[in-house]
């Protein structure tokens, strides 16, 4: 009886939790199907009303807008280039984190910690100031060394967790066999741990496409500019009246990788993100 | 802080005595570290400190060449400023009130996927969902949702008008982006505290209810003291993120009625007005805070900082 109460409850939970996480990107999607004369003129209930649909208008309008391709090709090239350099110095930190010891180990551990947790628009002031002088200002480099930097905690968090569950042994093994400790560390310990590294490497990629504090700060025009920053700054000043489903077209394209990703690595994200926050 | 007591494992014991092979340990593990480290403390320590120096003069963007040392006017005349306090208040009101709501939502979707026997991977495929969508994203999502000429919310809500707009008050506007701020993060809080509840073991529950203890005597007894330090990391973690807020004031009002946060009263100084004096003092105002907030959860819930720093 209580068993059945139970399992009841859970299925009115698993509902639930279905709606959360699915009704905005639902609504941001339907919103997307929305025309912008419809739009104009006040639309208000989740599907597009009758005649007030737009096919696929809104998705060629926003990817025949120059600003928006150039925004995607920015992110996509900032975004993949930040990981590839973030894994590379996390993995070198991780195995030293995880498998040697070390005077200054917990240093690293709390400097990773406190950038994890740095107030990010603190730093606005002062980049943009500094980044004006060396001339990386509005440049993929300039918003490319900021991403490595907040990217490196989550990275070196998630590759040390990894790392440590890797049999030791065979490392030894390695050693004895008569590799020393860095031929040991790329024969052995690098394809053992690429599972790890692919995670932190997605979890990276999160971070550096979700970006908006240095993406509007950082850059001054389509040079540079990420998508998150390109669609705060679609249209006009007026926060209150912007072309909303061409906006929605463009959130849509904006999170369709993301998805993507979601979808085909779930099991790695999540054993990467709960990593950093209980000792397994 | 307890003192951690290193047992050390008997393969760990002959190293005191081969201590060439520490001196090589030590000095191949710098090499490798020294990297991130510099990377880390490049774009964050440098900064910091070039924030301090700045703080210390009258510099504007727009009339470079007025700067002037003016020592710590610059604090003065953002600590004595009545806007500042607003949105600190603000940015300390978001962050109770979003950290309070998803710690509860969070613990309800653990449950649930902690006890989930089938649909696993789907579940937690969509529950990622959320946390990958840009936060710019969410926000119009919401701002649209709430909007009262093209959103659903005011059609679905009882004892809401359908013209009722959100955005034209204070109150009414935090809602919506604290609405958009909870929808996003609940999930990642619900994945930490989902991996805290694994850690209970199911020997001890199955023992409380043999011994006849309710469910609601299990769930205090057993199973949040269990997951303790999963909970104060998932807190300290989501409550800094939450002080950090920006981008969803950012899209949705641009800080219209009173909504602005502590960040964007920073970015506002320095970006958009070039206020780059003025503008320093408030970041560096700003990282002293979250600094004390740390240090606050830190020792007021006696978060277990080993865990969090994964040291073991």
Same mark, same amino acid.
């Given at each position: 009886?209580?068993?059945?109460?139970?399992?009841?409850?859970?299925?009115?939970?698993?509902?639930?939790?279905?709606?959360?996480?699915?009704?905005?990107?639902?609504?941001?999607?339907?919103?997307?199907?929305?025309?912008?004369?419809?739009?104009?003129?006040?639309?208000?209930?989740?599907?597009?009303?009758?005649?007030?649909?737009?096919?696929?208008?809104?998705?060629?309008?926003?990817?025949?807008?120059?600003?928006?391709?150039?925004?995607?090709?920015?992110?996509?090239?900032?975004?993949?280039?930040?990981?590839?350099?973030?894994?590379?110095?996390?993995?070198?930190?991780?195995?030293?984190?995880?498998?040697?010891?070390?005077?200054?180990?917990?240093?690293?551990?709390?400097?990773?910690?406190?950038?994890?947790?740095?107030?990010?628009?603190?730093?606005?002031?002062?980049?943009?100031?500094?980044?004006?002088?060396?001339?990386?200002?509005?440049?993929?480099?300039?918003?490319?060394?900021?991403?490595?930097?907040?990217?490196?905690?989550?990275?070196?968090?998630?590759?040390?967790?990894?790392?440590?569950?890797?049999?030791?042994?065979?490392?030894?093994?390695?050693?004895?066999?008569?590799?020393?400790?860095?031929?040991?560390?790329?024969?052995?310990?690098?394809?053992?741990?690429?599972?790890?590294?692919?995670?932190?490497?997605?979890?990276?990629?999160?971070?550096?496409?979700?970006?908006?504090?240095?993406?509007?700060?950082?850059?001054?025009?389509?040079?540079?500019?990420?998508?998150?920053?390109?669609?705060?700054?679609?249209?006009?000043?007026?926060?209150?009246?912007?072309?909303?489903?061409?906006?929605?077209?463009?959130?849509?394209?904006?999170?369709?990788?993301?998805?993507?990703?979601?979808?085909?690595?779930?099991?790695?994200?999540?054993?990467?993100?709960?990593?950093?926050?209980?000792?397994? | 802080?307890?003192?951690?007591?290193?047992?050390?494992?008997?393969?760990?014991?002959?190293?005191?005595?081969?201590?060439?092979?520490?001196?090589?340990?030590?000095?191949?593990?710098?090499?490798?570290?020294?990297?991130?480290?510099?990377?880390?403390?490049?774009?964050?320590?440098?900064?910091?400190?070039?924030?301090?120096?700045?703080?210390?003069?009258?510099?504007?963007?727009?009339?470079?060449?007025?700067?002037?040392?003016?020592?710590?006017?610059?604090?003065?005349?953002?600590?004595?400023?009545?806007?500042?306090?607003?949105?600190?208040?603000?940015?300390?009101?978001?962050?109770?009130?979003?950290?309070?709501?998803?710690?509860?939502?969070?613990?309800?979707?653990?449950?649930?996927?902690?006890?989930?026997?089938?649909?696993?991977?789907?579940?937690?495929?969509?529950?990622?969902?959320?946390?990958?969508?840009?936060?710019?994203?969410?926000?119009?999502?919401?701002?649209?949702?709430?909007?009262?000429?093209?959103?659903?919310?005011?059609?679905?809500?009882?004892?809401?008008?359908?013209?009722?707009?959100?955005?034209?008050?204070?109150?009414?506007?935090?809602?919506?982006?604290?609405?958009?701020?909870?929808?996003?993060?609940?999930?990642?809080?619900?994945?930490?505290?989902?991996?805290?509840?694994?850690?209970?073991?199911?020997?001890? =529950?199955?023992?409380?209810?043999?011994?006849? @203890?309710?469910? %609601?005597?299990? /769930?205090? $007894? +057993?199973? #949040?003291?269990?997951? &303790?330090?999963?909970?104060?990391?998932?807190?300290?973690?989501?409550?800094?993120?939450?002080?950090?807020?920006?981008?969803?004031?950012?899209?949705?009002?641009?800080?219209?009625?009173?909504?602005?946060?502590?960040?964007?009263?920073?970015?506002?100084?320095?970006?958009?007005?070039?206020?780059?004096?003025?503008?320093?003092?408030?970041?560096?105002? =700003?990282?002293?805070?979250?600094?004390?907030? @740390?240090?606050? %959860?830190?020792? /007021?819930? $006696? +978060?277990? #900082?080993?865990?969090? &720093?994964?040291?073991?």
């Amino acid at each position: 009886m209580k068993d059945i109460r139970g399992r009841i409850l859970t299925a009115i939970g698993v509902v639930f939790i279905l709606f959360w996480c699915l009704l905005p990107v639902a609504w941001i999607i339907s919103l997307s199907f929305k025309s912008q004369e419809a739009v104009t003129n006040g639309s208000p209930g989740f599907f597009p009303s009758d005649g007030g649909g737009a096919g696929w208008k809104n998705y060629t309008d926003v990817l025949d807008d120059e600003q928006f391709r150039h925004a995607i090709i920015n992110s996509i090239g900032i975004s993949l280039i930040a990981t590839a350099l973030s894994v590379i110095f996390a993995t070198l930190a991780a195995y030293a984190i995880a498998r040697l010891e070390f005077k200054g180990k917990k240093f690293v551990l709390t400097t990773a910690l406190v950038i994890a947790m740095f107030p990010v628009v603190s730093l606005v002031g002062p980049l943009f100031d500094m980044w004006r002088t060396f001339g990386i200002y509005d440049s993929w480099i300039g918003l490319i060394i900021p991403y490595m930097s907040f990217t490196l905690p989550l990275a070196i968090w998630t590759l040390s967790a990894f790392f440590r569950e890797i049999p030791w042994e065979m490392e030894q093994a390695a050693q004895v066999d008569g590799a020393t400790s860095w031929q040991a560390f790329r024969k052995v310990i690098v394809p053992l741990a690429a599972p790890g590294v692919f995670t932190a490497a997605i979890l990276t990629f999160f971070f550096a496409w979700n970006d908006f504090v240095f993406g509007i700060s950082l850059t001054s025009t389509e040079r540079a500019r990420p998508i998150p920053a390109a669609l705060s700054f679609f249209v006009g000043a007026d926060p209150f009246n912007r072309p909303a489903s061409l906006l929605a077209a463009g959130a849509v394209v904006a999170t369709v990788p993301i998805v993507v990703l979601v979808l085909f690595f779930q099991r790695k994200i999540v054993a990467g993100l709960t990593a950093g926050a209980v000792k397994g | 802080m307890s003192t951690y007591v290193q047992t050390a494992a008997p393969d760990e014991a002959p190293k005191a005595v081969d201590s060439d092979r520490t001196r090589a340990e030590n000095s191949l593990a710098r090499k490798l570290v020294a990297p991130a480290v510099v990377l880390m403390l490049v774009v964050t320590a440098f900064p910091m400190l070039r924030a301090l120096y700045l703080s210390m003069f009258s510099y504007s963007l727009t009339a470079p060449d007025d700067k002037e040392f003016v020592g710590f006017q610059n604090y003065w005349t953002a600590l004595s400023d009545p806007l500042f306090w607003r949105d600190t208040g603000n940015t300390v009101m978001v962050m109770i009130v979003t950290v309070t709501i998803e710690l509860i939502i969070g613990f309800a979707f653990a449950m649930v996927m902690h006890k989930l026997i089938f649909a696993r991977g789907t579940i937690r495929t969509s529950i990622l969902i959320p946390y990958g969508v840009i936060t710019v994203v969410s926000g119009f999502a919401w701002q649209f949702a709430f909007s009262n000429t093209n959103g659903f919310v005011n059609s679905w809500l009882p004892f809401i008008g359908d013209d009722f707009n959100w955005f034209a008050k204070y109150d009414s506007s935090m809602i919506a982006i604290m609405a958009s701020e909870i929808w996003k993060t609940t999930p990642f809080m619900s994945l930490l505290l989902l991996a805290g509840l694994a850690q209970v073991s199911e020997d001890m =529950l199955e023992a409380a209810k043999v011994d006849g @203890a309710t469910w %609601i005597q299990r /769930l205090y $007894k +057993v199973i #949040l003291p269990n997951m &303790r330090a999963a909970i104060m990391v998932a807190v300290l973690f989501r409550a800094l993120d939450a002080y950090r807020i920006f981008d969803n004031i950012f899209v949705m009002t641009a800080g219209a009625n009173n909504t602005e946060s502590i960040s964007f009263l920073t970015y506002r100084q320095v970006i958009e007005q070039f206020q780059l004096g003025i503008g320093s003092a408030l970041s560096v105002l =700003l990282f002293l805070s979250v600094l004390v907030l @740390a240090y606050a %959860i830190v020792k /007021l819930f $006696k +978060v277990d #900082l080993s865990a969090a &720093r994964q040291e073991n």
